[in-house]
């Protein structure tokens, strides 16, 4: 096994315009937010204390197994800092790449898609696959670090190869749900999912579930670590950054997610994500260009040849 990097890192973007992974190493996590990515996150744990919310569902993850994080998944980790170092490796993935690899028979994205049945995060392996999938992961991180002469090609082989024995394992995954999976909280997200363009309060959605709203908001900062209306908030705004990657604009995003004003979603996405959505679709726009630029570049050097 390589080395594992030390220290917190709080980098929460690909450097990499495919995928990438990591072996990391932490004992302290510098109150990590609830969060979410754009890519595609597999994450196997090594050793460490470990809780993991995802959405409503609280998972303790022991060493040898393993969990998979769609992007609609806003989640946060815990840690016992006192316990055995958080170690784990970690494989990053943006959707567009792993479609690419797919094929029409063999979907590499199904384990990730959320409306499967028995869909999970949690990945329970056997004796032999904890032994597999960490050596794939290292090797995959031995090509990343160290390339020569085919790693690209190598590097995609191993993820290819990697994504099909996590495809196997979810869909035949008989973990069963959290203990919080049926709470009034879960619901709530749920009602969320699927209502989250709609004028929400805390007050409508206690009375559609009929508890106290004073209880409601306790129980939900209590087993999600966020608020209410900042669990409503992140999730519009996820699901925007979405929008506008699939080619909406900025103008038409704030009310298909909820937004009352654009005002207000300009404020939230700046606030959260550190620049305006016209800025981030820009920056979307200029990472398109670049990349055909590379692969503009790659078709002349190959004409040349």
């Known amino acids: 096994m390589a080395k594992p990097i030390p220290g917190f890192d709080p980098r929460q973007k690909m450097l990499l315009p495919d995928f ?42 022991e060493p040898g197994q393993m969990l998979i994080i769609n992007p609609r998944e806003l989640h946060q980790v815990y840690i016992q800092p006192d316990a055995a170092p958080y170690e784990r490796y970690m494989l990053w993935i943006t959707p567009d790449f792993l479609q690419s690899l797919s ?8 384990c990730f898609d959320m409306t499967r049945p028995r869909y999970g995060n949690l990945l329970h392996l056997t004796p032999q696959q904890q032994k597999l999938i960490p050596a794939m992961m290292e090797s995959l991180l031995r090509e990343q670090e160290r390339p020569t002469f085919g790693s690209d090609l190598m ?19 008989d973990s069963p749900c959290p203990a919080d999976e049926n709470t009034t909280v879960s619901q709530v997200i749920a009602y969320i999912n699927d209502h989250y363009y709609e004028p929400l309060t805390l007050e409508l959605l206690a009375d559609r579930f009929f508890v ?10 209590r087993q999600i670590g966020t608020g209410f209306y900042q669990y409503l908030q992140k999730k519009r705004l996820l699901i925007a950054r979405q929008l506008m ?31 305006t ?9 200029n990472n398109l260009q670049t990349t055909g630029r590379k692969a503009n570049n790659v078709l002349a050097d190959i004409t040349a040849k």
């Open 277 to 285: 959505p016209r800025a981030f679709v820009q920056s979307l726009n």
């Open 245 to 275: 990657t699939q080619g909406h604009k900025p103008v038409e995003v704030h009310t298909l997610c909820g937004f009352c004003d654009y005002a207000s979603f300009f404020r939230a996405f700046r606030n959260v994500y550190g620049l």
């Open 20 to 61: 990438e992974v990591a072996h990391k190493w932490d004992t302290d996590l510098k109150d990590v937010e609830l969060h979410h990515h754009d890519f595609y996150e597999v994450d196997f744990l090594i050793s460490g204390d470990v809780t993991y919310v995802i959405e409503s569902r609280v998972y303790h993850v």
């Open 155 to 173: 590097r995609q082989n191993l993820l290819t190869e990697l994504m099909i024995h996590i495809n196997r394992l979810a869909e035949h995954s």
């Open 103 to 110: 094929s029409a028979q063999t979907d590499l994205c199904r």
């Open 212 to 221: 106290s709203k004073y209880h409601l908001s306790h129980e939900f900062t």
